[in-house]
């Protein structure tokens, strides 16, 4: 059983499109954290959230604590936005990864 | 630029070898991570240092796996008697409290 889930595991949309990819996880948390990945391999944080809501950009973090619920929104996306992004969470010591989402935005 | 170095960026090493990988976080950072990520999963802890000191490591790290972080500045992650399964990508990241800045990781292949 993994503590953090995602969905979709692949996503492909056409630019311009609005993207949402979820995130749940089982575990206590003092953090959770969104991660961009792109081929070759380097990543990126994007979001450190442990309530409400953040906004950078096109980009749109969300949690929900009680229902152990995040989702990442990407407005008007972009071919350049294709990458994995990755759910992480933070507990005390320990760093519990998801198994990424694949988005591909095809012009 | 994340500020976080690795090195090496690739090692191809053969079953048997030992291999040593080195990260050197921000210098203002006192806490170290090691990951390691195989193709198509996310990353999987592996080690956690707070200053030198180790204060966490997975129950799934082998004891052919050792981390060391001396002076609580760079650290060292060494494999022993390399193995197949070992090849992977790793990743070092640190962090002053929450957020983690990530290395380009050094991937590994053992043939």
């Known amino acids: 059983k993994n503590e953090v889930e995602q969905s979709p595991q692949n996503l492909t949309a056409q630019e311009g499109e609005f993207i949402t990819i979820n995130c749940s996880y089982s575990v206590g948390i003092s953090a959770l954290h969104w991660l961009q990945q792109h081929p070759g391999g380097g990543i990126v944080s994007l979001f450190m959230?442990?309530?409400g809501k953040k906004k950078h950009g096109r980009l749109i973090a969300t949690i929900n604590i009680q229902e152990k619920h995040s989702s990442l929104h990407i407005t008007a996306s972009h071919p350049r936005d294709s990458a994995v992004y990755i759910c992480a969470v933070h507990t005390g010591n320990q760093f519990y990864f998801g198994t990424g989402t694949s988005l591909t935005v095809i012009p | 630029d994340t500020g976080v170095s690795q090195d090496p960026r690739h090692k191809i090493t053969k079953r048997g070898q030992n291999v040593t990988f080195r990260c050197d976080p921000i210098s203002e950072h006192n806490r170290l991570y090691w990951y390691r990520q195989t193709l198509g999963q996310g990353p999987e802890f592996l080690t956690y240092?707070?200053?030198?000191?180790?204060?966490?490591k997975s129950r799934l790290l082998s004891d052919r796996f050792s981390a060391e972080r001396p002076k609580g500045s760079f650290s060292t992650l060494e494999i022993q008697r390399t193995e197949q399964g070992d090849s992977a990508m790793y990743l070092c990241a640190s962090s002053l409290i929450n957020e983690q800045f990530f290395g380009p990781g050094t991937r590994l292949t053992v043939l």
């Open positions: 959230l442990s309530s």
């Open positions: 240092f707070q200053n030198e000191a180790q204060l966490e």
